[in-house]
């Protein structure tokens, strides 16, 4: 799983903690870049190195995307993710605390690969973080970037 990166874009803190906490639990080491809003999401991916001194040849494994944030909401960039032809496989992830139905269904339209909403229980979430983990970085063979 060495050099499988996850971008994560959350804007609440606790959200973030809470994830990290649940992938260190899970034993999945893997580096997370964290993207406090859609904006930092967009410039991680396709701007000159803003986030953690990213390169741009370095594209995340996954993407556990939040849907309700400031500045860039989480469907405008799945949108983005999607339009570009280096970004277009990669393997988005809703990781979200909504349940409402036009949300699930404009996130399948636009190129989710999976919609998750956040389990209260932090056992719940742990056992949720762990299955996404282990299918998205270990078993899913992901496209060639080109």
């Not at 001194?53 to 309700?68: A, F, I, S, W, Y």
Request: aromatic share 6%; hydrophobic share 40%.
């Amino acid at each position: 799983m060495k050099n499988k990166v996850i971008l994560l874009v959350e804007d609440n803190a606790d959200d973030v903690n809470l994830t990290l906490r649940a992938l260190k639990k899970s034993n999945l080491l893997n580096e997370v870049v964290v993207a406090r809003d859609g904006a930092e999401a967009v410039e991680y991916l396709f701007g000159d190195g803003g986030v953690n001194g990213h390169n741009e040849r370095t594209l995340p494994q996954v993407v556990l995307l939040d849907l309700k944030m400031p500045k860039v909401d989480g469907l405008e960039v799945l949108q983005r993710i999607r339009a570009d032809e280096k970004t277009r496989c990669l393997p988005v992830i809703i990781l979200t605390t909504s349940s409402e139905e036009r949300d699930i269904v404009e996130s399948y339209k636009l190129g989710a690969n999976s919609y998750v909403r956040k389990p209260v229980d932090f056992d719940q979430f742990v056992n949720a973080v762990h299955q996404l983990g282990l299918y998205w970085l270990v078993l899913n063979q992901t496209a060639p970037v080109v």
